[in-house]
């Protein structure tokens, strides 16, 4: 049986050529200053940005329109210090010899430990989930392309900070499950990043990375 999808009109501005070039060159040069950020400031973010940012992510595209994600946000001093605790244990794992040579050889430029300061420094805690399924009244749905979609809502996310004037650091202790115990969320979901978000404490330095350059990543046909 065909089922007949709601149509509505596409809102679509069509612009000139000229200003297209501007704003894709801008759009870029404001990206181009994006930075992970590890060294945050106490101070508030301002009300509304992070739920905006929040909505911006939940536009991405996903497989049938599934959205398999979901945000918790956490502002609240003592759960972000429960936070800590429990990444530094996994970290100190990680760090203490569950992450091979090779991948410490790898990290060694961004001087990371396991110490989280910042999770507890940062006024806010983005905890980005998959939903690798969905349960209505008992009945499992599947969702579908979950990793691609929510890296791509993550992505939109951390660039919405970006433009709104925030930091973030993409972060993962993993294994990350103590998120689901501490923010109480369900089994069909599983953490994929633990992001501090806030404005980088003032003299914060980061790692002079060179990204790859247009004709490294691209190739025209
Ligand atoms: C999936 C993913 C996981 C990451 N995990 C960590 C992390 O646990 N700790 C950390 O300090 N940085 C982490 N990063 C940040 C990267 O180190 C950073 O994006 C990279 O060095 C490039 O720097 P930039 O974001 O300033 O361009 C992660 C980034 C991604 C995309």
Redesign the pocket.
């Given at each position: 049986m065909d089922r007949q999808p709601e149509l509505r009109e596409l809102n679509f501005e069509r612009r000139p050529p000229e200003e297209m070039q501007h704003r894709a060159a801008d759009y870029y040069e404001l990206m181009a200053r994006?930075?992970?950020?590890?060294e945050f400031a106490p101070d508030p973010v301002p009300p509304g940005v992070i739920e905006n940012a929040i909505r911006a992510a939940g536009t991405a595209p996903s497989g049938a329109h599934k959205q398999p994600w979901f945000f918790c946000v956490v502002r609240d001093a003592a759960l972000k210090h429960e936070i800590r605790l429990s990444a530094e244990k996994e970290?100190s794992l990680n760090y203490g010899g569950r992450f091979p040579q090779e991948w410490l050889d790898d990290?060694a430029i961004?001087g990371?430990d396991d110490v989280k300061e910042y999770l507890d420094i940062a006024p806010a805690l983005i905890v980005v989930f998959k939903q690798n399924y969905q349960e209505v009244d008992g009945v499992r749905h599947k969702n579908y392309y979950v990793n691609e979609s929510v890296g791509i809502a993550a992505g939109m996310l951390i660039a919405a900070l970006h433009n709104a004037g925030l930091a973030s650091?993409?972060?993962?202790?993993?294994p990350m499950g103590f998120l689901n115990s501490i923010l109480g969320r369900p089994k069909n979901e599983t953490p994929?990043?633990l992001m501090p978000v806030g404005y980088p404490k003032a003299g914060t330095k980061?790692?002079d990375?060179q990204?790859k350059s247009l004709s490294e990543v691209m190739k025209e046909y």
């Open positions: 994006r930075r992970t950020v590890r970290e990290l961004f990371t650091l993409t972060h993962t202790p993993s994929i990043l980061v790692p990375l990204r």
